[in-house]
């Protein structure tokens, strides 16, 4: 059932050497790639980058030394030309990557990519990405150093339940 | 794994007569708080809509009318006070929702709120939702009229994943 990969998907900024495979790496974006987009426009990419020296640049954007340390980097990107519901978008995306990710025993975190510095066109000019495409986040991957704790009961809070009212 | 739901996934609009049990539903709202959110604020409330007089008012605001025969609304609503990503922080714990309706064999649509028309802006005043919450879209909830086709692998196309540069 989902909830177990729901109640296991935390933010992990901390990775083992281990390497991520090519085959993950696939399942993570399918993931992605079946998630619900706006009036189904199906407008979503992926950029992959693993190579060493990109990340460090992407780190220099973006900062928080996970960037750099991750195995794997995930930017999803959408056409704005094809939806105008690009945040949601990209945002259902990003959260099928994690859960996915979760199922397969790999770490992630969704990093923000903060608007006021301008980070999204920085790193879409980094990577070549054409101007119609936005970005809102990075999700890095990699194996966790520690074993992350799930979420349980104690983190469900009926109170912000309203019945038919507020 | 969770692959299974998010493939099984698909926006259903036609429901059974048959009610989502309470049970159901404070399991998808669950899963909806375990979803992550910008600086883990965990703002996220929900409104839950059964009555058939404000369903039918809601679909006065949004048109369509599964709205008005799906047997439950959620309403996901954030506290913009407490966080600046609040569109993000309600898409993926909508896409959460939807996963653990899909797991719990309930259909669900992503309804958008459409903001031209103040629909948010309605339906909190309808719900006596507080001025400081946004809501960005209606999770409707009931039991699938027809079985929907799962994704597979004809809907995945590696042609979106771009290797270390666009």
């Known amino acids: 059932m ?3 990969e729901i ?17 993950d ?15 189904n426009n ?14 460090d640049e992407i780190f220099e954007i973006v900062g928080q030394e996970f960037v750099k ?9 959408t056409d704005t030309t094809k939806t105008n519901c690009s945040m949601q978008d990209l945002a259902v995306a990003s959260e099928n990557m994690l859960l996915q990710a979760t ?3 790999v770490g992630s975190v969704w990093k923000n990519l903060k608007s006021e510095f301008n980070e999204a066109e920085q790193i879409k000019k980094l990577l070549g990405i054409p101007e119609q495409y936005t970005a809102i986040n990075i999700i890095p991957l990699g194996y966790p ?3 992350p704790v799930a979420h349980d009961d104690k983190d469900f809070d009926a109170g912000k339940i309203h019945r038919e009212k507020w």
């Open 25 to 39: 790496i696939i399942e993570i974006i399918k993931a992605g790639q079946f998630a619900p987009t706006a009036r």
């Open 69 to 77: 340390q991750a195995k794997v980097l995930i930017i999803p990107v």
């Open 103 to 105: 199922a397969l025993g």
């Open 145 to 147: 150093k520690e074993k």
């Open 7 to 23: 109640s296991n998907r935390r933010s992990v900024r901390e990775y083992l050497e281990k390497e991520v495979t090519d085959k």
């Open 2 to 4: 989902v909830i177990k």
């Open 42 to 55: 199906r407008a979503v990419e992926f950029v992959v980058v693993e190579n060493q020296k990109t990340k």
